[in-house]
């Protein structure tokens, strides 16, 4: 059974560090590229970052670039975004996903989800 489980999150203060874990189990993880999301009340799912399955490139949205970093430990079947200087329009629930999606983070070229984890970032 293929599964994906998020962890990691939680209220942090701005300017603040978090590290999101995903850990897949029932696949090994980088057959597929590994892809971050997020989504705040009322707003559309965004891909934050992607890893891809082929020769390990990443993609981040302009929103995150420089602050966010994605990994892949092969060895632990995990993948993490290392996020810091959190700003309070990081809030959001994060879900990792995998799919055979190139550095790509359109939802629709993934095909499976973790369950999310929340980030808030207030004072």
């Known amino acids: 059974q293929v599964q994906l489980v998020e962890s990691g999150g939680g209220l942090v203060q701005p300017g603040g560090s978090l590290r999101l874990s995903c850990a897949a189990s029932?696949?090994?993880?980088?057959?597929?590229?590994i892809g971050w999301f997020r989504q705040a009340p009322g707003k559309e799912r965004e891909g934050v970052s992607c890893?891809?399955?082929?020769?390990?490139?990443?993609y981040y949205a302009d929103s995150v670039k420089g602050r966010f970093t994605i990994s892949r430990d092969n060895a632990k079947n995990t993948v993490y975004l290392q996020m810091n200087s959190l700003k309070p329009e990081d809030t959001a629930v994060y879900y990792c996903a995998a799919g055979e999606a190139g550095t790509s983070v359109e939802p629709s070229e993934y095909d499976y989800w973790g369950q999310g984890t929340q980030v808030t970032v207030s004072s």
């Open positions: 029932g696949f090994t993880l980088d057959s597929y590229a």
């Open positions: 890893i891809s399955s082929s020769d390990g490139s990443t």
